[in-house]
């Protein structure tokens, strides 16, 4: 079982992105998906989330109306879109999964999730 995301890089304020979150061994669409980012000296934080049970989508109010999570199932494939990305956005990225099925308060701990990817960095300047 493996994630691989892809997709950072280095962008103006205001510009967009697209990172991918590869699933390997696995079924991507049985499983919720979070991304999670790590700013330069904080913590880790949830970003967004696709819930498999019911394909609800959750953000961070920090992105909301800028980041859209989808999943593409022919591609085993999860994506987060960004748009009109700030400075403070930048920070490595990282996919995650389970198979549990998480209340919406259990999506933003990231001990819910079994498997994640390596990050791929994203830079915003300003």
């Known amino acids: 079982v493996q994630l691989q995301a892809s997709g950072g890089g280095l962008v103006q304020t205001g510009g967009s992105l697209r990172l991918s979150c590869a699933a390997s061994g696995f079924t991507s669409r049985d499983y919720t998906i979070g991304w999670f980012r790590q700013a330069p000296g904080k913590e880790r934080e949830g970003v967004s989330f696709?819930?498999?049970?019911?394909?609800?989508?959750v953000n961070a109010d920090s992105v909301k109306g800028r980041f859209t999570i989808s999943r593409d199932n022919a591609k085993n494939t999860v994506y987060l879109q960004m748009y009109s990305l700030q400075p403070e956005d930048t920070a490595v990225y990282f996919c995650?999964?389970?198979?549990?099925?998480?209340?919406?308060?259990?999506?933003?701990?990231?001990?819910?999730?079994?498997?994640w990817g390596q990050g791929t960095l994203v830079t915003v300047s300003s």
């Open positions: 995650a999964a389970t198979k549990r099925n998480l209340i919406i308060s259990s999506l933003w701990a990231m001990s819910s999730y079994d498997y």
């Open positions: 696709l819930r498999n049970a019911d394909n609800k989508r």
